[in-house]
């Protein structure tokens, strides 16, 4: 039995919605993302009218929203679910309804190409010029199949994104024309099972001999907006923070990093923090990086969200504020220029958190030859562990390792390839102290090269197409 033209539209709408909600952020389901988008795209094929166009934002605005109650997660207000989910959905309804137009007239073999070419245009430009990050990416929903993403070395996420998008555009072409246009589908297919090969043989190659042990160590302190802790409570945080790190020194760290918010400081007792530090950092011959919050105003409330880099003699090697803070986030955002500085153990450089989830903040330290990237961070539930996983993808561009030292969340020593050499989450233990050995030295990248070089054919093939459209539009009809 045949289901109806308006029931077939509707059960379109709603296995795509399903599809995208369930491949998406926590819990994720990554092989469903490959063919998420097939149903929309079949029903723009099938639907005409702007009703179904506004049915068609409207599932889009309904699966981003399932996805978002995944992942915002107390003590993120509620209304950020609704907010978030109608912002992705729209933007990507943007882009459907952009190709919907665009496709009319094109062969199929270029409007699926051209599918592919408006929404990582979009995952582009929104971690590009949006304070959003590169959240929703298609490339995130791969983060546990570590050998396809190992093509990010190559073209960053702009090289996941695209060949998912192409792959589901053309099974969608497969199914409305009830025919596989074969050259195409070779090609598709065989560019996946190529990346993945070439991943497993990328994850395989000899690791770097030469390796130092580094440590995250963790705070006690869960503040997450509200009143700031006491004198008393602050300066149990301090005396605790820094017992950690003479007990990982000892344990032989070469490089030591707090968690972001690691602790409160009014600004006439930061010197008095980062003398101790100093002598700590002198007396154990260790790089001891301190993230934590300086109150700058209470009401409302402002605070400098940065960390302070301290070396083996006891001086200030650096002092960064957070660049990137999360939307709503008191934070005075920094000038992101870190210091790269060439220790004995590589050249280092660091970050904060949110940071990371910029590609071009992990491209720029790749750019300066950055060997190791420490990245001090606080997570919430709903982020934790993927948030650190994004953090995996930034080594894998960039080619050097990470130390992500996490609040609240998973902290890991990564390297190169994006393998996680050692993790401690805590949510799961008292324990505060991760100590985890990592190559000292970066490997090259083509990303780190060419940057997001692929995201500008894209727009460069997209406005062929639509210069072509235009001039085809306004060609004058043939004399007779």
Known sequence: MKLGARKMQILLLLTGTVLLGLSQVRFGVGLLAWVAPVPFLVFLRRADGWLSRLALMGALCLAWTLAAAKYITPPLPYVLILLNGVSFGIVNGIGYLAWDRLRRGLPSHLSSIAFAAILVALEWLQYSFTPLASNGAAAYTQLENLAFLQMASLFGITGLSLLMYWFAAVVA??????????????????????????????????????????????????????????????????????????????????????????????????????????????????????????????????????????????????????????????????????????????????????????????????????????????????????????????????????????????SAGIDPRGRIRGWLSANETDERILLVTIPQKSVWTLYSVIGDVLAYIALLYLLVLLTLQVARRIRPAPQR
């Open 173 to 410: 072409d497969g199914l409305v024309e009830r025919r596989v246009a074969r050259r195409q589908t070779a090609l598709v297919v065989g560019l996946i099972v190529l990346a993945h090969v070439a991943g497993a043989f990328r994850i395989g190659a000899p690791s770097e001999a030469e390796t130092v042990t580094v440590a995250a160590v963790g705070t006690d302190s869960a503040w997450f907006g509200g009143p700031l802790p006491g004198e008393a409570e602050r300066r149990k945080i301090d005396d605790d923070l820094f017992d950690r790190t003479v007990q990982a020194a000892t344990a032989g760290a070469k490089l030591v990093v707090w968690n972001e918010v690691s602790t409160f400081v009014d600004p006439q007792d930061e010197q008095s923090l980062i003398d101790r530090a100093g002598k700590i950092a002198r007396n154990h011959q260790i790089h001891l990086v301190m993230s934590y919050i300086v109150p700058v105003q209470i009401d409302p409330l402002q605070v400098e969200n940065k960390y302070t880099w301290i070396g083996p003699s006891g001086e200030v090697i650096d002092t960064y504020l957070k660049h990137k803070p999360v939307p709503g986030e008191p934070s005075i955002p920094g000038d992101g220029n870190a210091k790269v500085v060439e220790t004995g153990f590589g050249k280092v450089t660091g970050a904060i958190c949110f940071d990371f989830d910029f590609p071009q903040v992990g491209l720029d330290r790749a750019s300066r030859g950055a060997d190791i990237v420490f990245v001090p961070s606080s997570d919430t539930a709903g982020v934790d562990p993927f948030h650190t996983q994004i953090a995996a993808v930034r080594a894998i561009e960039g080619g050097y390792s990470v130390v992500r030292s996490t609040r609240l969340g998973l």
